[in-house]
Nanobody, 117 residues
Framework: QVQLVESGGGSVQAGGSLRLSCAAS????????MAWFRQAPGKEREFVAR????????SYADSVKGRFTISRPYTKNTVYLQMNSLKPEDTAVYYC??????????WGQGTQVTVSS
């Protein structure tokens, strides 16, 4: 059974930084893409960042480009999201997901990020 466990969320002031981690288990993830999504109160879940199975290709939502960095060590079972220059509008529950070819079939429980002005 696939399990994704996020950690690293918390409260920070605007301009601060946080680093989210997602530990995956239950199968080999060497051929699976991994991504971060977020959902703010009253809003739909939205894409934040993605890294492909090799760790070499990444993509970002325009709203976080230049501030957030997704990375995936060689082991490929862990993915990080380094978030810098945080803004109040980044406040959301952040979810880790994994899948193939843009379809994500497994999700974590989420970690809360709160950015105060």
């Amino acid at each position: 059974q696939v399990q994704l466990v996020e950690s690293g969320g918390g409260s920070v002031q605007a301009g601060g930084s946080l680093r989210l981690s997602c530990a995956a288990s239950g199968r080999s993830f060497s051929r699976y893409n991994m991504a971060w999504f977020r959902q703010a109160p009253g809003k739909e879940r939205e894409f934040v960042a993605r890294v492909d199975w090799s760790g070499a290709s990444t993509s970002y939502a325009d709203s976080v480009k230049g501030r957030f960095t997704i990375s995936r060590p060689y082991t490929k079972n862990t993915v990080y999201l380094q978030m810098n220059s945080l803004k109040p509008e980044d406040t959301a529950v952040y979810y880790c997901a994994t899948g193939i070819a843009g379809s994500y079939d497994s999700w974590g429980q989420g970690t809360q990020v709160t950015v105060s002005s």
